[in-house]
């Protein structure tokens, strides 16, 4: 294994490891806390149930910013390693125009994964975890763009009755998408030289 890419598979371990330790750490604060708030609801500390749905509130909420800020941050991370792959056959075909500077990450998904594709022959969606980085994206979007909302046009899965539904996210979840994010990761760069 080349150097470049062993420090190229090191750095995404130690991202993913950080994501996963940040995950870990408030799914123990969060299991804390829901602990403690079964024993006080046991107890019959709260007086009716939304006084105890709105004790529930904040750890949960906590929970949930955390999923996705940890899907946001694979999500970054996938692309910029698909980018630093575009990288250096994107900036040859540069070279040859006189327009304005534009960089790899520049492009669309679409374009940069045609890029890749095309110049380290491979395709992309029949990499391990490609499903799940694709599934990632979509969910991650969805909450950037629409509140977690379904595009009925795009996030469609042929399991999927409710086409103006939600995405939900749990911790099972999660963690597919991150173990197969990493797997999508690794084999690209198998296929692919970093530059």
Not at 150 to 161: C, G, N, V, Y
Not at 169 to 175: F, Y
Not at 183 to 193: E, M, V
Request: net charge neutral; hydrophobic share 35%; aromatic share 10%.
């Amino acid at each position: 294994m080349p150097r470049d890419e062993m420090g190229t598979l090191i750095s995404i371990d130690i991202e993913f490891d950080e994501v996963k330790s940040f995950l870990k750490r408030v799914y123990r604060s969060v299991d804390f806390e829901y602990e403690n708030l079964i024993s006080r609801s046991q107890a019959g500390e709260f007086k009716d149930p939304d006084e105890e749905a709105n004790a529930f509130f904040t750890p949960r909420t906590a929970e949930n910013l955390a999923m996705r800020a940890a899907l946001n941050e694979i999500n970054s991370l996938v692309e910029w390693e698909l980018s630093a792959l575009g990288a250096g056959p994107f900036s040859k075909a540069q070279l040859t125009k006189k327009n304005k500077l534009r960089f790899a990450w520049d492009l669309k998904r679409e374009d940069l994964q045609k890029l890749i594709e095309s110049h380290y022959g491979i395709k992309l969606d029949d990499l391990p975890g490609s499903k799940e980085v694709e599934k990632l994206r979509r969910t991650i979007n969805s909450f950037k763009h629409r509140k977690g909302f379904k595009d009925p046009r795009k996030d469609r899965d042929a399991d999927d009755k409710n086409i103006f539904g939600q995405y939900e996210l749990d911790r099972a979840t999660v963690s597919n998408y991150l173990d197969g994010a990493r797997k999508f990761l690794r084999a690209l760069y198998a296929q692919c030289k970093p530059n």
